[in-house]
């Protein structure tokens, strides 16, 4: 079984690393159930929270983007 090592972030998130891999998922690359070989906490935010915390990139105002609403079907006109 290829074992994992189970890494918890501040912000609560939980990631499963790969911590070495069984000779079957060398042979096949199918992997096996997730085995948790060590447990460990960290004191910082995961990537995906880094991200969303980030501030916008200074040319932000300058990209044309398509409203979310637009095209939709349920879209209400407006006068």
């Not at 939980?14 to 906490?41: G, K, M």
């Amino acid at each position: 079984m290829c074992k994992f090592i189970q890494r918890q972030y501040s912000c609560r998130h939980l990631r499963f690393i790969a911590a070495s891999w069984c000779v079957d998922y060398t042979v096949t690359h199918i992997r096996c159930p997730p085995n948790v070989a060590h447990f460990e906490s960290v004191e910082d935010i995961c990537g995906d929270c880094k991200l969303k915390m980030a501030p916008p990139a200074p040319w932000e105002h300058m990209i044309k983007r398509k409203n979310k609403q637009e095209g939709s079907s349920s879209s209400v006109e407006k006068d």
